[in-house]
């Protein structure tokens, strides 16, 4: 096994200098932020305080959240608002695929709250959105990060027929920090989506954060558990703790062992794998097209 650094984060309130990120500036970034208030549209950027949302919105891009920006589950990782979701907006379709066009993006990415209240879990919306996208824009590309169906294979199979290019479906995390970091998700039901979509016939992805009490062997496991079960495209990036009450940070993780994940990620048989303190599920998503 390479031995690679570990940092400590006994200072908490200190980040490492490989995870400072620039403001968000330019005027790129001020008019994707006014189409997004415009058109009345969620962001996985602005309510998961990505630390990208300045270098995306800056190159004219965004990830989209559909089906409102309550979630039904409580991760103790993510920073989106966990509660009852009020009625969806059956028009949201029209307003994601109008504002894609205005924003004269080339590849979209699409995700959502959980709604395990519905019974399709949200499916219905998932497609009319995609088709409507790609109806207005069909040059445009699109990766949609679906959220866990709790085994409604129907709702699965809905979600990544209306012809998008990549489907991502984050594990998150290790197989044994999922009843603290996953308490309503389960590691191996992830794993059958995953194989699902790939069975399916389109290409798959999946994210995983670092930094919540993970060793190396786990992650190694993760990765072999991936491959397995069909994953095309892996990305790896360092957790932030969005608030105090939010699963803390037991690792700032040194970019030579981000680099060291990607080199057995590659060798484990994942065809591509985007691994670096600041990579979120979405960066660089236009990249994972054609790998």
């Not at 016939?201 to 079960?229: C, H, P, Q, W, Y």
């Not at 599920?281 to 054609?290: F, K, L, M, P």
Request: aromatic share 6%.
């Amino acid at each position: 096994m390479i031995d690679t650094p570990v940092v400590s984060t006994e200072q908490r309130t200190r980040r490492p200098d490989w995870l400072r990120v620039k403001l968000p500036i330019g005027e790129n970034f001020k008019k994707v932020r006014s189409l997004v208030d415009e058109h009345k549209l969620h962001t996985i950027c602005q309510s998961g305080n990505c630390p990208n949302m300045g270098e995306c919105w800056g190159e004219g891009t965004a990830t989209f959240m559909i089906l409102g920006n309550v979630c039904t589950r409580s991760c103790t990782f993510c920073a989106v608002a966990t509660g009852r979701p009020n009625e969806y907006d059956t028009d949201e379709p029209r307003r994601v695929a109008e504002a894609i066009q205005l924003m004269q993006v080339k590849h979209a990415v699409i995700t959502s709250v959980n709604r395990d209240e519905l019974k399709d879990k949200g499916a219905e919306i998932w497609y009319q959105t995609v088709r409507a996208v790609k109806t207005q824009s069909p040059q445009t590309t699109i990766e949609t990060l679906i959220p866990d169906t709790k085994g409604n294979w129907e709702a699965l199979y809905r979600m990544i027929s209306a012809g998008q290019e990549v489907v991502s479906h984050n594990m998150e995390t290790v197989e044994r920090l999922y009843r603290n970091v996953r308490p309503q998700a389960k590691y191996t039901r992830s794993l059958e989506q995953t194989r699902r979509t790939k069975e399916y016939g389109k290409r798959t992805k999946s994210g995983i954060m670092l930094g919540l009490g993970e060793t190396k062997d786990e992650v190694f496991k993760a990765m072999d558990d991936l491959a397995e079960n069909g994953l095309d495209i892996l990305t790896l990036g360092q957790y932030l703790q969005p608030t105090k009450m939010h699963h803390e940070v037991l690792e700032f993780i040194h970019p030579d062992t981000f680099a060291m994940y990607k080199e057995e990620g590659l060798r484990r048989g994942l065809k591509y794998v985007e691994s670096g303190p600041l990579v979120r599920s979405s960066y660089h998503a236009e990249r994972h097209v054609h790998v």
